[in-house]
């Protein structure tokens, strides 16, 4: 999850960037067939500029947010673009069902669906929409493991220690 490169998205009123305690929310929204849609949302620098939500389906987002910072517990409701292959999408379905400070092992959600544990951590690379879909609940049976395919320290890595801490995994 990085930054759009497209500049105009950023610009759009579909984009919004919003205060995380670990840095910045991006939240992209677009219509899909004649509904309002989350399509996507990015962990960012706290050096990225603020963008104020602008419609009704954004700041519903930033709320949701907001309080699941406050309380972890805090449960997303919110209409997700279906995005993904049907794979991405059975390992995506069963980490929605993690729940608040439990983790799993790619390897466990692997023999669950009758996956590889690398493909279910391809899948959680490729996840459109962190927080709502937990990855960061998922780790390595090592440590914690790489989060969007980062594998090294630094600012992805960072995000997922702060979610697990702030869920009470770690």
């Given amino acids: 999850m990085t930054l759009p490169t497209n500049s105009s998205s950023i610009k759009s009123n579909d984009y919004c960037v919003i205060a995380a305690p670990f840095g910045r929310l991006g939240i992209q929204t677009e219509m899909v067939e004649g509904s309002l849609m989350v399509s996507r949302i990015d962990y960012l620098s706290a050096k990225v500029a603020l963008i104020f939500p602008k419609n009704h389906l954004a700041k519903k987002v930033a709320v949701q947010c907001r309080e699941y910072f406050k309380n972890p517990a805090a449960r997303f409701d919110l209409p997700l673009k279906p995005l993904g292959t049907q ?50 609940r998922v780790v390595s049976a090592q440590g914690i493991g790489g989060f969007v395919k980062e594998n090294s320290p630094g600012l992805y890595r960072q995000i997922k220690i702060w979610l697990l801490k702030h869920e009470g995994v770690l």
């Fill in 87 to 136: 794979h991405q999408q059975r390992v995506w379905s069963y980490i929605r069902d993690i729940p608040v400070g439990v983790s799993k092992t790619y390897g466990e959600i692997a023999a669950v669906i009758k996956s590889g544990p690398r493909a279910v951590g391809s899948a959680c690379g490729a996840n459109p929409f962190p927080l709502v879909t937990p990855c960061h």
